[in-house]
C-alpha cells in the first residue's frame, strides 16, 4: 500500500468521528430542548398544562353558548321488517357542545340485509346548523339475520343557529338497500 491511500483512509476515519460526535451532541441537544422549552413555556404562562398543584388543566371549550339551550327531539322511522329507535326520545344541549345519542336497529329477517339511514331535520332552518361529526347514516349498514345493533350519532349545534331555534327534531329513515321493501327509489319511480 502506498503513502496516499493510507492518509486518505485515515483522513476518512477522522471524518467519520467527527460525523459521530456531531451526531450525538444533535441527538443530546434535541433531546434537552423539551425540559427547556417547558420551563420557558411555564415562565412566560405560554401553553401551560399543568397547574400548580400538578394536575392537568383542561381548556374550556369556549365555543360552547352556555346562555341558550338546545333541546333535541329524536324519531327514528323504518321501511320495512325493522324495528329502528333512539334510545333516548330527546335530549337538551348547548350550542357548540359536543354529544351522543345512540339508536337502536334490529332485522328482524331470516335474512343479512344492506340498509341505509336518511337524516332529516325540523325545523328546516336548524338543517345547516346541525353537525355530524360521526353518523351511521353516512355509509350503508350490513345487518345479519335477527342482528340487534346500537349505533352512535355524534353531533353539536352550530352556535349561530338563529335564536328563536329553541327545539329540533332529528329524524332518521331506515330502509333496505336493493331490497323490494321500503326502498323509497323503487316507490317513486313505480308511480
Known amino acids: 500500500m502506498s503513502v496516499a491511500p493510507k492518509r486518505l483512509l485515515r483522513l476518512n476515519r ?18 434537552s430542548l423539551v425540559p427547556v422549552y417547558r420551563q420557558m ?8 398544562l399543568t397547574q400548580q398543584d400538578g394536575t392537568v388543566a383542561r381548556p374550556a371549550n369556549t365555543q360552547v353558548d352556555t346562555s341558550r339551550s338546545i333541546t333535541v327531539e329524536l324519531d327514528g322511522n323504518a321501511q320495512g321488517p325493522w324495528r329502528f329507535r333512539p334510545t333516548t326520545r330527546s335530549i337538551v344541549v348547548h350550542p357548540g357542545e359536543l354529544a351522543t ?15 341505509q339511514a336518511i337524516p332529516s331535520y325540523a325545523p328546516q332552518s336548524a338543517t345547516p346548523h346541525f353537525k355530524k361529526v360521526e353518523c ?12 340487534a345493533r346500537q349505533m352512535p ?15 329540533i327534531t332529528l329524524s332518521y329513515t331506515f330502509f333496505e338497500v336493493g331490497g323490494t321493501t321500503g326502498n323509497p327509489a323503487k316507490t317513486v319511480a313505480s308511480r
Do not use: W
Not at 467527527?18 to 441527538?27: A, G, I, P, R
Not at 345519542?101 to 340498509?115: C, G, M, S
Open 14 to 31: 477522522a471524518m467519520l468521528g467527527k460525523l459521530l460526535v456531531v451526531t450525538v451532541v444533535m441527538f443530546g441537544f434535541g433531546y
Open 41 to 48: 413555556c411555564e415562565l412566560l404562562g405560554i401553553n401551560v
Open 101 to 115: 345519542v345512540l339508536y337502536e336497529v334490529v332485522n328482524t329477517q331470516d335474512r343479512a340485509v344492506q340498509a
Open 136 to 147: 351511521f347514516c353516512f355509509k350503508q349498514q350490513t345487518m345479519q339475520p335477527h342482528e
Open 153 to 167: 350519532v355524534v353531533f353539536f349545534i352550530d352556535p349561530a343557529l338563529p335564536r328563536e331555534v329553541s327545539t
